[in-house]
């Protein structure tokens, strides 16, 4: 397939842009030994959009995640981020800038509690004075206060309140599953990247989590999701992006999208 | 400890600051129960391997990075009290600064060498380290006098404050009593680090680098902050032992010293302050037990061997250490009740 093929069936002007863009992806490349991850890849996530990614295995959605998170550093490229450039900055860095993400298969810190790896992930967001928090001041009592108060009203949320003091490693696969994602909400970010949400989540923690992402959604947040599971995908995107051998292929609405004859014929050889 | 939330024998706050009143009087009554210097010097032997033990901690048990070269921070900060201490004309206390801050320094700038090397390669590397150090030790003779070791360094002089009168440190209970505020400061920085949100950040460096960086924290900064700060306590040590000693050989920075730092940290419970404190009284005291009140009943050689056996049935029957061993005591002790119940 040529990139003029590409580009003839990827019509950019057909995306309605709501809001200004937050997240911007110019001309991303990224190679593994010579096996080209993500070839020039362009995209876009608006303010308050809800963006899928979708592609086969091995088409470059997580390398594409990892290179806008500052895990991997792209070698041409840019990506910007509230009109301020982020290429190659370290992750911890465009974390505090305002981007969350999960992890594909599920990182959450085995020996904290469910509480404590709530509370991490929003503690370095608040204040940054190793001094301060050593002397532990009312400022950072106060703090831990707030940010306790923030965990639980998201543990109800999730459905994790009865677990709240238990270590994560105690904790079984849908759950995990569930801490990381509330961990990705609790610094209240600007953009939350979710990288396979639904693989190997039962039927009715999905929908439970589908449910939370739209509600989040209708508040204002904006989405870039990496999916398998295509129900949950048509259900929730504003806006749907493909890769395939690390190209972009299509992008589109939902309904778009499922009568693209490239998608179909990625996902299903024929 | 914010790892300790997650255990069930945590004790209440009053009950925590009773032990801790009550321990420090202990300290502090301790040479008072006996006369004899042998005991003391025991004593005294004890808090070393607990600063030791708990400086070497914050790297090995919090930051996660096992460095095989702490002893190397413990013995240029003991050359530094020999050598520049009476060219500069130190005094003890500004001696043990001078020596907490160069090691601090020196620390920053070999972790950020280090530190770009991970897991057992970061072993490996900071063993070469340790090794080159003890070579020029032994063999920079003009400035070390190398095996000759670097004798007569002053005993302390204290001028007490708001009075004329100098005190000059000689006797074994003396240098007890100035031993144990050094302890203090390394306990209070220790819990300082290694609690809350500080403790948090370094329980996400020790477990998950990766997930680390997601949730903000430069695992590079915490590790240096962890290894910094450990590097300046053990220096401080090193300076109070050329002091204590009056003697400084190459030997301050042996190998042997990481066999004992590695024993008391894991046998104890590495990254908890309880099985650091409980492993380094356990290894001041055993090898005086060997030695059966001085008739050396059991040789040197044996003893590591004893070691060697008691480090291997730890590992393998309780990988948590001792702590883990308390902990599990405890909880069946209070009959806590079941966890709650999981929801999947």
């Keep these: 397939m040529s990139d003029d093929v590409a580009a003839a069936i990827v019509p950019p002007a057909n995306v309605p842009a709501q809001g200004s863009p937050l997240l911007v992806v110019r001309g991303l490349l990224k190679r593994f030994n010579g096996v080209v991850a993500v070839d020039h890849v362009d995209m876009v996530v608006n303010q308050g959009e809800l963006v899928s990614l979708i592609g086969p295995n091995g088409s470059g959605k997580t390398t594409l995640f990892n290179c806008v998170t500052g895990f991997l550093t792209p070698e041409d490229g840019r990506v910007s981020f509230r009109d301020e450039e982020i290429t190659g900055a370290r992750p911890d860095r465009i974390a505090l800038k305002g981007i969350s993400r999960t992890f594909q298969n599920v990182r959450v810190f085995p020996g904290l509690t469910v509480l404590d790896n709530l509370i991490l992930s929003v503690q370095q967001h608040q204040e940054d004075s190793i001094l301060k928090r050593a002397l532990r001041t009312a400022q950072i009592r106060r703090l831990e206060a707030e940010s306790t108060e923030r965990a639980e009203f998201l543990l109800e949320k999730v459905g994790l309140a009865r677990v709240r003091d238990v270590p994560a490693h105690d904790l079984v696969y849908g759950q995990r599953k569930m801490l990381e994602f509330a961990c990705a909400l609790i610094s209240d970010p600007e953009l939350i990247m979710l990288d396979e949400p639904a693989a190997g989540v039962s039927t009715a923690l999905v929908d439970h989590m589908k449910r939370y992402i739209l509600e989040l959604h209708k508040q204002g947040k904006s989405f870039l999701v990496v999916e398998h599971n295509m129900g949950v995908v048509m259900d929730i995107s504003e806006r749907i992006v493909v890769l395939d051998y690390g190209k972009k292929i299509a992008e589109g609405k939902p309904r778009e999208i499922q009568e693209n004859e490239l998608v179909r014929e990625a996902y299903f050889g024929s | 400890m914010s790892q300790g939330a997650a255990r069930s024998t945590r004790l209440p706050r009053w009950g925590r600051v009773a032990l801790a009143i009550s321990l420090v009087l202990l300290a502090l009554a301790l040479p008072r129960l006996t006369s004899s210097g042998y005991a003391i010097n025991a004593m005294i032997t004890t808090v070393r391997w607990m600063i030791f033990a708990l400086s070497f901690d914050l790297v090995a048990g919090h930051a996660g990075a096992v460095s095989l070269g702490h002893p190397v921070f413990f013995g240029v900060g003991a050359y530094v009290a020999a050598i520049l201490g009476p060219r500069l004309g130190l005094t003890f206390i500004s001696d043990m600064l001078l020596a907490a801050v160069l090691m601090a320094l020196l620390a920053l700038l070999a972790g950020i060498a280090f530190f770009r090397i991970r897991g057992v390669t970061f072993a490996i590397g900071t063993l070469g380290a340790a090794i080159i150090a003890q070579l020029i030790a032994n063999n920079a003779f003009t400035i070390t006098r190398g095996p000759m070791c670097i004798q007569g360094v002053a005993r302390p002089e204290l001028t007490i404050p708001f009075t004329e009168t100098t005190l000059r440190v000689a006797e074994p209970i003396q240098y007890y009593y100035l031993s144990l505020p ?48 450990g590097a300046g306590i053990v220096g401080a040590l090193g300076s109070f032992q050329a002091h204590y000693v009056t003697v400084v050989c190459p030997s301050e920075m042996s190998l042997a010293l990481t066999t004992t730092l590695l024993i008391i940290v894991f046998v104890g419970g590495v990254g908890s302050f309880r099985g650091v404190m409980i492993g380094a009284l356990i290894f001041s005291i055993l090898p005086r037990l060997l030695e059966a009140g001085g008739t050396q009943a059991i040789s040197p050689a044996l003893q590591q061997v004893v070691y060697g056996v008691i480090l291997v049935a730890v590992m393998v029957f309780m990988p948590g250490g001792l702590d883990d061993l308390v902990s599990r005591v405890t909880r069946r002790l209070r009959k806590a009740g079941p966890r709650e119940e999981q929801q999947p």
Excluded: H, M, Q
């Design chain 2, 182 to 229: 050094l302890l203090f400061i390394t306990i209070i920085i220790y819990l300082a680090l290694t609690s809350s949100r500080l403790g948090r950040a370094f329980t996400a460096v020790r477990e998950d680098e990766v997930r680390a960086f997601a949730v903000g924290v430069s695992p590079l900064r915490y590790k240096l902050l962890a290894l910094t700060v």
